[in-house]
C-alpha cells in the first residue's frame, strides 16, 4: 500500500563507544522508521531524499517507508526472474497448453530483453534451457537443468536487464518486434502474434501488480499488430464431392480413420472432439436410415509430457468457450451413422471408450490399443497422404482442404448455404452467432442476388431478366487447373442428406483468393 501520510524529523546524534552514530527518523501512516548512518553527511542526504520526496508529492510505500522509486530500487530484480515469477504464478490455475504458450512466448522475447552479449551461449542452447528448463515449474522444480545446459541458466540469471529498464520505450519495441518473427526470421501469422503479444502483456501487467513498474511499459510505445483475417478463405472450403473423395481415400489407406474425419466433415467437430468422444455419448438413430446424435461433453488435446499435472502427453478439458460441464449435442446425419457403425464394429473402443484411440505400431502393424488418443502427426499425415492422391497439383498447392480442421469449415458452411438458421448453426457448432456471421460470411452464397431484388422491388424497378452465367465445361475447368469431376461453379448439388444446396466453387491458387 502506499501514502501521503509522511512525517520526517531531524537527524538524531548518538554517542557511541567510538564516535558517533547519525540517525535519520520518519513516519509513514504513523508507523515510525529508522535508518542510522556512520557520518552526518550521509544522514543528511538520505534525509533530504525523503523531503524532496514529500514535498514533490510522491507516494511512500507503507511495507518499506521509503518513497516508490527507492522502494522499487531495493527490491529490484531482473526480467529473467520476473519471468519466472510470472509462471510460478499462472502455473496451477493454467492448463497444459496454456502453460506451453507462455513457455513459448517467454523463451521467444527473452533472447531480446539481454544486458549484454558477452560470453552468450548459443541461440539453440538459450531457447532449450529457457523452454525446457526455466518456464517449466514441473521441471524446475524436481532440480537442477540438465549437466549440458547449466552454464546457459547460470549466465541467463546474470545476464538479463533489470525491469525497471523496461520503462525505455524502444527495448519495448524490440521485444514486440521479436514476439512478430518466427524462429527463422520471418513474419509469424497475426493470430500468433496477438497470442504472445497477450502473454507478454500479462507478464508487464504482474509487474505493475507488484508495484515493480508505476506503469504498463506497453502504454509507452505505438506498435500497431498485424490485423487478424478472421473470415474463412473460401478456398479452403472443399464442396461435397470433393469432401466424399478425400474421404474415401482415407477409409482405403487408413479404414481406422475414415470415421474420425467423418466426424469433422458430417458434425462439424473440432480434432480434439473427435478425440474425446466416447462410444456412449453417440446415439443410435431410432430408426433405420435416420439420423442420430453425438452428445459432446469435452476434448482430448495433446500438449507433450511435462506440460500437464500428470505424465500423460494429452490433457482432457471442457467444450471450447464453455463451461468445464457443459455438453453440446450435435445431429449425426445418415453418411456419418453408417461410418459411425462400421468403425464400432470393424474397430472396439479403447479400454477407457473411445472411439478413436491408437491402433498401430511400428511400420503401420495393428496392435493392441491401449486407449491413448491418436496423435497430431498421425492423422495430419494421413490426411496429406489422401489430399495428395485425390487433389490435382493446383488444388495440392492452394489452400484447398490443406488441415483436417478445414472440413470442420467446409461443414458449417454448407449448413449455412443450405439455409439452416443461423443460431441452429451455431448451437450446433459451438460458436456464438457473432462469431459464426464473422467468420463464416464469405462462405455463404446466394444471398446477394436475392438482397438485390429486394431492392429493386423497395424502388419500385422492373425486376431485370435473368442472366444465367454459361456453364463451365471440361475445358474452362482444366484451364483453371481443376479437375473436371469436383468442378462447381455455384451450382445446385444433392449430397448424401438428400439436401438440395449452394456450395462454393472449387479453387486453385491461380483463382481470386480472399
Known amino acids: 500500500m502506499s501514502t501521503y501520510d509522511v ?303 500428470g505424465d500423460n502427453t494429452a490433457e482432457d478439458r471442457g467444450l471450447k468457450h464453455r463451461a468445464k460441464s457443459a455438453t453440446r449435442d450435435v445431429p449425426v446425419p445418415p453418411p456419418l451413422v453408417r461410418l459411425l457403425d462400421r468403425h464400432v464394429k470393424e474397430y472396439p473402443p479403447g479400454s477407457n471408450g473411445r472411439l478413436f484411440v491408437t491402433r498401430r505400431g511400428p511400420g503401420g502393424r495393428y496392435v493392441p490399443t491401449a486407449g491413448q488418443p491418436i496423435p497430431n502427426n498421425t492423422y495430419g499425415k494421413a490426411w496429406r497422404d489422401a489430399r495428395a492422391r485425390v487433389l490435382t497439383p493446383a488444388q495440392q498447392r492452394s489452400p484447398l482442404a490443406r488441415r483436417p480442421y478445414d472440413l470442420r469449415h467446409a461443414a458449417v458452411s454448407l449448413w449455412l448455404n443450405a439455409g439452416v438458421p443461423a443460431t441452429q448453426v451455431a448451437e450446433w457448432a459451438g460458436h456464438s452467432v457473432h462469431v459464426l456471421m464473422r467468420v463464416y460470411a464469405k462462405c455463404v452464397y446466394g444471398q446477394e442476388e436475392a438482397a438485390r431484388r429486394r431492392v429493386e422491388a423497395a424502388l419500385g424497378l422492373p425486376p431485370a431478366a435473368d442472366a444465367t452465367p454459361p456453364a463451365a465445361d471440361e475445358s474452362t475447368a482444366a484451364a483453371a487447373g481443376l479437375a473436371p469431376d469436383t468442378t462447381r461453379l455455384a451450382a445446385s448439388v444433392t449430397d448424401d442428406l438428400g439436401d438440395t444446396h449452394v456450395t462454393q466453387p472449387a479453387r486453385s491458387s491461380g483463382l481470386e483468393r480472399d
Open 7 to 309: 512525517r520526517v524529523y531531524g537527524i538524531q546524534k548518538r554517542q557511541l563507544t567510538k564516535g558517533f552514530s547519525y540517525g535519520v527518523r520518519w513516519k509513514v501512516a504513523g508507523r515510525p522508521f529508522r535508518d542510522t548512518f556512520a557520518t552526518r553527511a550521509l544522514a543528511e542526504s538520505f534525509r533530504s531524499k525523503l523531503v524532496v520526496s514529500q514535498r514533490e508529492g510522491v507516494a511512500f510505500d507503507e511495507t518499506s517507508g521509503l518513497p516508490e522509486p527507492m522502494a522499487r530500487a531495493l527490491n529490484a530484480r531482473s526480467w529473467y526472474e520476473h519471468a519466472v515469477a510470472y509462471v510460478d504464478m499462472k502455473w496451477p490455475r493454467a492448463s497444459a497448453k496454456h502453460r506451453k504458450g507462455i513457455a513459448e512466448t517467454l523463451a521467444t522475447v527473452t533472447p531480446a530483453l539481454l544486458a549484454t552479449d558477452r560470453g552468450a551461449p548459443s541461440d539453440k542452447a538459450l531457447r532449450a534451457v529457457l523452454y525446457g528448463w526455466a518456464f517449466n515449474k514441473t521441471r524446475r522444480d524436481a532440480g537442477e537443468p540438465p549437466a549440458h545446459l547449466a552454464p546457459a541458466a547460470r549466465w541467463l540469471q546474470a545476464n538479463t536487464v533489470d525491469l525497471a529498464a523496461l520503462t525505455h520505450a524502444a527495448l519495448v519495441r524490440k521485444a514486440l518486434d521479436t514476439l512478430a518473427l518466427r524462429m527463422d526470421g520471418a513474419p509469424a501469422s497475426p493470430s500468433t502474434i496477438a497470442r504472445k503479444r497477450a502473454v507478454f502483456s500479462g507478464a508487464l501487467k504482474y509487474a505493475v501488480e507488484l508495484r515493480l513498474l508505476d506503469a504498463h511499459p506497453m502504454s509507452l510505445v505505438s506498435w500497431t499488430a498485424p490485423k487478424m483475417a478472421d473470415e474463412i478463405d473460401r478456398g479452403s472450403v472443399v464442396n461435397p464431392d470433393q469432401a466424399r473423395a478425400l474421404l474415401a481415400e482415407v477409409g482405403r489407406a487408413v479404414p481406422e480413420l475414415e470415421a474420425f474425419f467423418g466426424c469433422m466433415y458430417y458434425a462439424a467437430l473440432r480434432p480434439e472432439e473427435v478425440l474425446h468422444l466416447r462410444e456412449d455419448e453417440y446415439e443410435l438413430p431410432a430408426q433405420r436410415g435416420g439420423w442420430g446424435v453425438l452428445h459432446l461433453t469435452g476434448s482430448t488435446v495433446a500438449v507433450g509430457r511435462g506440460w500437464g499435472d
